[in-house]
């Protein structure tokens, strides 16, 4: 049985919910950035890059919150160059479980920044796609772990 997830978490999933429509993801553009008002300064926008075994992940979007928490801003950078090598698998395998699923993905994970303030963080991972059938993009919440 899944854990309950917290009420920010919900209230997003919801939302993304709301806009899945026959079977089709909903876009980037759906979520304009008053509708995302409630959680944005804990949302990332990471861009899926390329195809196969070749997927990159770069971060177009990251919210002051998660800069705080992280202790650095990764807007422009890809998550594999930034996360150590050791850490790589654990931290973007959820990345790659949501674009198979096409579902959204819960984990709890820690930060890989030196200079994180928080090092326990969940974060809720929704797939976007403009065509609403290819993941161009997910909409990543992240939160510091209750504790």
Not at 36 to 52: A, N, S
Not at 92 to 97: A, N, Q
């Amino acid at each position: 049985m899944p854990l309950p997830l917290r009420a920010e978490f919900e209230a997003i999933q919801g939302r993304w919910k709301e806009l899945c429509r026959n079977g089709h993801l909903p876009a980037r553009a759906d979520f304009p950035a008053e509708t995302l008002t409630p959680w944005m300064g804990h949302i990332q926008i990471v861009e899926r890059v390329g195809d196969g075994d070749s997927v990159r992940h770069r971060v177009r979007l990251v919210g002051t919150r998660i800069v705080y928490y992280e202790g650095r801003d990764n807007t422009g950078l890809f998550l594999d160059d930034v996360i150590p090598a050791d850490q790589r698998d654990e931290i973007l395998e959820p990345y790659r479980r949501c674009a198979d699923s096409r579902a959204p993905v819960y984990s709890a994970f820690y930060s890989c920044s030196e200079s994180a303030i928080s090092s326990q963080l969940e974060r809720l991972i929704l797939p976007l796609a403009a065509d609403g059938k290819t993941i161009d993009q997910f909409l990543v919440a992240i939160y510091r772990a209750k504790t």
